[in-house]
């Protein structure tokens, strides 16, 4: 699908003072925004709050306090039309092992009201996409990890949605099923829709994403692009990983 007649003042995600705490404050004062037609990928060391914010952006928890706002749908007021156009990848894929791919993306665009036809296409055009055309009518009980990685992110694209929410989408992924994952989502963006991405993988996060966001104990203390970045961090920070660190560093020591 393509996104791109969609207002282009219609931000993908807006995110303001977003609070979420368990034992301890995980989130803590939250603020994003991120435009239609971009990758943007969130770092930040262990503990920092990603995995957390990227839940209630899904709705899979909800926040003490904040508002999240999805293609300008009202997430907390209206949960079920926001999940209609976010999709979610976690690091660990979950799906049915004693279905085959087709079968799985056929229940998946069922349970979100997808026209049988509609679905059988779809589910044909993702597993063609990713690579998994051989594998189609194989159970997934036999899968690898990164079979098994493709065939939750189809499952998560079969009902066409706007914004894309990854939670380590390539740990554990060998070369060619990260480069087939990257090219999806990639293309994506080229559409209109919109991806954030958490990673430990600064690499692909220096090649993919358009702007970068660096969390440091539940708040957002740094964000642009690589180069903004960069210019934040001082000089001398020539990689993203310099930046990063440098970054990191300061806050702790603030």
Known sequence: MNFTS???????????????????????????????????????????????ILRMVAGLLRPDAGAIRIFGVDALADPVAAKQVVAWVSDEPMIYDKLTPFEYLEFVAGLWGVD????????????????LTGHAHERCEGFSKGMRQKVALAGALVHDPKLIVLDEPLTGLDA????????????????????VMTTHILEVAERMADRIGVIAAGRLIAHGTLEELR????????SLEDAFLALVAEEAAA
């Open 231 to 238: 210019e934040r961090a001082g000089s001398g920070q020539a």
């Open 176 to 195: 060619g099923s990260a480069r087939q994952v990257k090219e999806v989502l990639r293309a994506r963006v080229r559409a209109g829709g919109a991806v």
């Open 116 to 131: 049988a036809a509609a679905a059988a296409a779809r589910a044909r055009d993702l597993i063609d996409w990713l690579g």
């Open 6 to 52: 969609l207002s282009e003042r219609t931000p993908a995600l807006e995110i303001a003072g977003l609070h979420k705490r368990f034992d301890r404050p995980a989130v803590n004062g939250f603020d994003l925004a991120v435009r239609a037609g971009e990758f943007y990928a969130l770092l930040g060391p262990n503990g920092a709050g990603k995995t957390t």
